[in-house]
Nanobody
Framework: VQLQASGGGLVQPGGSLRLSCAASGTFFRINVMSWYRQAPGKERELVAIADNDGNTKYADSVKGRFTISRGPAKNMVYLQMNSLKPEDTAVYYC??????????WGQGTLVTVSS
């Protein structure tokens, strides 16, 4: 099982980025996909989560700015990030959990918000 994340980069404060993540390989049905992030010197934190039924949940720090969505085949997840702030700078990780509670992690993509 592989989770391939892409879309990170350098952006100015107030700018936007869209992260994508695709799950491939042999895996049990994915129930939930989410994005985590880890800033330098900090613990990894949940950013947003989306289940197969379209339910979503966001960290308070990104509500109203970030939008998580799933692809039609349910093995894709996206994170649209608007109004980015320097404190959003982190490595963003894609995560998936199967119906059997097996966790999968992507390799991480770096988002840097700086002028």
């Amino acid at each position: 099982v592989q989770l391939q994340a892409s879309g990170g980069g350098l952006v100015q404060p107030g700018g936007s980025l869209r992260l994508s993540c695709a799950a491939s390989g042999t895996f049990f049905r994915i129930n939930v996909m989410s994005w985590y992030r880890q800033a330098p010197g900090k613990e990894r934190e949940l950013v947003a989560i989306a289940d197969n039924d379209g339910n979503t949940k966001y960290a308070d720090s990104v509500k109203g700015r970030f939008t998580i969505s799933r692809g039609p085949a349910k093995n894709m997840v996206y994170l649209q990030m608007n109004s980015l702030k320097p404190e959003d700078t982190a490595v963003y990780y894609c995560h998936a959990r199967s119906v059997f509670q097996v966790d999968y992690w992507g390799q991480g993509t770096l988002v840097t918000v700086s002028s």
